[in-house]
Nanobody
Framework: QLQASGGGLVPAGGSLRVSCACT??????????MGWFRQAPGKEREFVAT????????IYSESVKGRFTISRDNAKNMVYLQMNKLKPEDTAVYYC?????????????????WGQGTQVTVSS
């Protein structure tokens, strides 16, 4: 079970950190890849960032590279997305996903579990 939180309204150029708490059953959190995706109104869900189970490997979409940072705390079963220099086009519902794959993936089909999402709105 995944619970995303931390969304809100922020002005363009501002920062926000969204979090995702993971409650696992039968599979340790530190064996899961974790990812953040987002979906804006009228658009398909798109990849934002992903991180390997160890935290050593990360992948970012080109649109957020250099502005967003994904991280995880395996001791707390948490994954975070630090978002800096936010733009109005970053406005979306942000979802965290957990996957059983060995390597982080940008494909949403690689994530078996999803949270309910948290709204991020960036005003211009």
């Amino acid at each position: 079970q995944l619970q995303a939180s931390g969304g809100g309204l922020v002005p363009a150029g501002g920062s926000l950190r969204v979090s995702c708490a993971c409650t696992t059953s039968g599979r340790a959190f530190n064996t899961l890849i974790m990812g953040w995706f987002r979906q804006a109104p009228g658009k398909e869900r798109e990849f934002v960032a992903t991180i390997s189970w160890s935290g050593r490997d990360t992948i970012y979409s080109e649109s957020v590279k250099g502005r967003f940072t994904i991280s995880r705390d395996n001791a707390k079963n948490m994954v975070y997305l630090q978002m800096n220099k936010l733009k109005p086009e970053d406005t979306a519902v942000y979802y965290c996903g957990a996957g059983l794959a060995n390597m982080p993936t940008t494909n949403p089909r690689g994530y078996e579990y999803w949270g309910q999402g948290t709204q991020v709105t960036v005003s211009s």
